[in-house]
């Protein structure tokens, strides 16, 4: 994964370079928090146009940054979701809760 | 026309999640031999995968055990069968409804049956408590006629 930080509009973005499952998800989720806890951004936004794979531990991937940085007093969205990525999102009901976005 | 094969594949590895991305790729190679499309492929690695950790996380609870597949082509048919000797499931019909985990604190999301119901074309899963689960998962790939006449039939209600 890499992660670039905005300074003047305190924008985080993730760009997701692994597959996404139970296996490398777990790597995934230490690294955000631990970046989003570090810069306490506005807004969070993670980039799927490199995720080649995603089953449904992208799901609790996405809820639980949702959480975290809203807990923080950021927001979160989502951009370049794949086929793939946008079938099990909308599946979940989760872009009901989070925004996709353009970058 | 191509002649359709039957053929037969069996695989057996330890209950460990770096086996997770070795099964759903292995399974897709096994079943790139009915051609499907990039998306049905898609389709299969991930309800694979989702059997898969379903088996390390819930079954074996992250302890030792053995996962085993078995997958058969039957004309443009796959059928998966994804089996462990785990804890096994109190009440299938429950564990099969969506959102619904027994493990919420792992930021799991209940939709692993779910997701392998709509993207395969049926599921059933056989569970005993103490003894295991098994899941059956079949997809039909579409014969390449069907698809090109699907693509000329959407191409021409473009025009
Ligand atoms: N092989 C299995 N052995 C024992 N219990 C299982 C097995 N597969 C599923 N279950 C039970 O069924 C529930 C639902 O499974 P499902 O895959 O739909 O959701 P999940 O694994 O909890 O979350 P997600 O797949 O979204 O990460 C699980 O929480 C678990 O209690
Ligand atoms: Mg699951």
Redesign the interface.
């Given at each position: 994964m890499e992660s670039k930080f905005y300074e003047d509009n305190k924008l985080l973005v993730f760009k997701i370079t692994d597959?996404i499952?139970?296996?490398s998800?777990q790597k995934i989720?230490r690294r955000a928090d631990y970046e989003i806890e570090r810069y306490m951004p506005k807004k969070v936004i993670f980039d799927f146009n490199s995720v080649t794979?995603?089953?449904?531990?992208g799901?609790?991937?996405i809820?639980?940054r949702y959480k975290f940085a809203n807990m923080l007093g950021g927001k979160l969205e989502v951009a370049n979701l794949t086929?793939?990525v946008k079938?099990?999102f909308e599946?979940?009901g989760i872009l009901k809760l989070i925004p996709v976005t353009q970058i | 026309m191509k002649e359709r094969i039957e053929n037969e594949m069996k695989l057996e590895f330890a209950s460990k999640a770096t086996n997770e991305s070795f099964a759903r790729i292995t399974v897709a190679a096994f079943a790139s031999q009915l051609d499907p499309t990039i998306e049905e492929l898609a389709d299969i690695k991930t309800a694979v995968s989702e059997a898969v950790t379903n088996c390390i996380i819930h079954a074996y609870e992250n302890k030792q055990g053995t996962i085993k597949i078995n997958a058969q082509l039957k004309e443009n048919q796959i059928i998966i069968q994804i089996s462990d000797n785990g804890k096994g499931i109190e009440n299938v019909d429950i564990a099969k409804e969506p959102l619904y985990t027994t493990k919420p604190n792992l930021e799991r999301s209940g939709m692993g049956f779910t997701i392998m119901e709509s993207f395969m074309d049926s599921m059933k899963v056989e569970s005993i408590v103490g003894l295991g689960t098994k899941v059956t998962l079949i997809k039909t790939i579409k014969k390449q006629e069907e698809k090109e006449k699907e693509d000329e039939i959407v191409s021409l209600t473009k025009e």
């Open positions: 597959e499952d139970d296996c998800v989720r794979f995603m089953d449904s531990a799901i609790g991937l809820i639980g086929q793939n079938k099990i599946m979940s | -």
